[in-house]
């Protein structure tokens, strides 16, 4: 079960007053601390907000304009402060964007009569913010609880920002005269992506999302808060906020068990066997002392289990079940449903099924290799091997190189189903929170099976391997990238065999796509590709260039 923590001098609890009426009215203001308008226009814009702290709120994001561009709090998290503003289409400062789409303009136009209107415009949604710190204060837990009181039937995205609320005139900043600081951008979690919201959802549906982050570059502890908004990326409409209070985190239905979770599973599966562990979570006011969980794949036989302990409202318990075998399909679903809580029936029983789509294992063949690049952390990374009766044939790491790159040759030399596991010590996969890394499967031609960074303590993937699979249809050769490392523009020069569709595709580590270029139908010939980088920060990317069913892949780095 997943342990929380209690901070008795430090309880965030956050929680709209006025549900199913008015917003919480959100400002995402850019700013910097070189900027002299900013200065001027920021102290009335932050009174403002602070008379109507009922209705208002505001989240500060810092920019590296205009020169010299030292502004800490920009400097402290570039990427998330870059990626709203290039969100936005932000190109000056002070800029303020009222609840998305509403209004923009700059912080000194943002009006009491603005504020009143904007406020007044109904929501669909109520939400509720736990947070707490872990006994160390090295850690912020953040629980949401976003409650649909109307129909929703468009994807929405929730974002959860952690925020200081008040900083005063910390080392580097006060270059334009400004040394008050108010709710600046610290973390967007998970990611500046934040979570998907899905439609559909009825009056009376509702998610709860649990979110953490290891501290890093915070000033001042007893200024933490965390301000949540939910957003439609279509058309960037914002319709509910929510900020910091004391109010306790409410649940809403009083016996409500859910399907939260399986694990021990593969996205794609050739041993038509699985084991998987299914996580459950008492969403409810009551104790939950017990629940049956049954289980099926493809609409095959239902195996069932009982489980039978104590959660209070938010804890969680994971429940080991018994190998279930089927035929593996194209696709494949496994199907699992909570029932039966507490020998009664759910008051919300919209989570209690849990659905997870696999598919076939795809068909390699020719040379297959492990090809990683490691975080600040090698010694917690090793790997496993499997063939299709479970015996560990291969293995390796840990490993001593941060930042190294590895490439480990697979021994698949005969007709089977394969299982690779991926392992990391410290739970928290090959990147993100220990420094960027990464891993993939390569074969044949310089294809990817498979690729992961970011998975926690382990990840799990098959695939079929055939010695002799089909002849390769040689598509490119004389493949070049260069220079390596780069400053500002990457050339690609090959030989292109066959007239195919090109693409180009820049990724940071964590999975995010940071450049790309459809290039579409090439004629054959030699070929040759400039790509700007110059925009990036300085460190380890991969480079995937598709060239019709293949695929090129290689690390590049950014000085």
Not at 136 to 153: H, R, S, Y
Request: net charge negative; with cysteine; glycine share 8%.
């Amino acid at each position: 079960m997943k342990k929380r923590f209690t901070l008795l001098f430090f309880s965030i609890a956050i929680m709209l007053t006025a549900f199913g009426q008015n917003r919480m009215v959100l400002f995402e203001a850019f700013t910097s601390t070189t900027c002299g308008p900013c200065a001027s226009q920021n102290p009335a814009f932050d009174a403002l907000l602070g008379n109507n702290s009922d209705i208002a709120t505001s989240i500060k994001y810092h920019m590296s304009w205009p020169a010299p561009g030292t502004d800490p709090y920009y400097l402290d998290n570039p990427d998330e402060n870059n990626n709203r503003r290039g969100y936005y289409g932000v190109n000056s400062v002070p800029h303020v964007q009222a609840d998305g789409n509403y209004w923009s303009g700059q912080p000194g136009q943002v009006s009491q009569g603005l504020i009143n209107q904007m406020s007044n415009v109904a929501s669909p949604f109520e939400m509720q913010i736990q947070t707490e710190l872990s006994p160390a204060n090295d850690t912020i837990f953040v629980t949401t609880l976003i409650k649909a009181i109307d129909e929703i039937t468009t994807n929405l995205i929730v974002h959860n920002v952690v925020v200081e609320k008040y900083l005063y005139n910390n080392p580097g900043s006060g270059l334009n005269g400004e040394h008050h600081f108010r709710n600046v951008m610290k973390k967007m979690l998970p990611t500046a992506s934040g979570t998907p919201l899905h439609a559909p959802m009825s009056d009376g549906d509702y998610v709860i999302l649990e979110n953490y982050w290891v501290l890093d570059y915070i000033y001042d502890i007893d200024e933490l808060a965390v301000i949540s908004f939910v957003q439609n990326n279509l058309n960037k409409e914002v319709f509910q906020a929510a900020k910091s209070s004391e109010d306790p985190l409410t649940p809403i239905y009083s016996l409500d068990a859910e399907v939260l979770s399986v694990e021990n599973v593969t996205d794609a599966n050739c041993f038509g066997t699985l084991e998987p562990s299914v996580t459950i979570r008492n969403n409810g006011q009551v104790e939950l002392t017990s629940i049956t969980i049954e289980y099926s794949v493809n609409g095959g036989d239902v195996q069932t289990a009982d489980w039978a302990g104590s959660l209070s409202f938010l804890g969680t318990a994971k429940i080991a079940l018994d190998e279930i075998v089927f035929d593996v399909l194209e696709t494949n679903d496994l199907v699992i449903v909570g029932i039966n809580p507490n020998s009664s029936t759910d008051d919300y029983e919209t989570n209690n099924t849990f659905t997870f789509t696999f598919n076939q294992a795809s068909n390699l063949s020719g040379a297959v290799n492990l090809f990683m690049i490691f975080d600040d952390n090698p010694e917690e990374t090793t790997w496993e091997l499997l063939n299709s009766s479970g015996e560990i044939i291969q293995e390796g790491g840990p490993y001593t190189t941060p930042g190294g790159m590895k490439i480990e040759p697979l021994d698949v030399s005969t007709l089977d189903c394969y299982e690779l596991i991926m392992y990391d010590a410290g739970g928290n996969g090959m990147c993100c929170n220990s420094g960027d890394g990464y891993y993939a499967v390569i074969y044949g031609n310089n294809q990817t099976a498979f690729e992961g960074a970011s998975f926690g303590d382990l990840e799990r993937n098959q695939f079929n391997y055939d010695p002799v699979g089909v002849t390769e249809n040689i598509v490119f050769t004389e493949m070049s990238v260069f220079p390596n490392p780069v400053n500002d523009v990457l050339n690609i020069n090959f030989n292109l065999f066959e007239s195919s569709d090109v693409s180009i595709h820049v990724y940071d580590l964590q999975g995010k796509v940071v450049f790309e270029t459809v290039e579409g139908y090439s004629q054959t010939g030699n070929k040759e590709y400039k790509i700007n980088l110059d925009n990036l920060n300085s460190g380890i990317y991969l480079l995937k260039l598709s060239i019709g069913e293949d695929t090129f892949v290689e690390k590049i780095t950014v000085r």
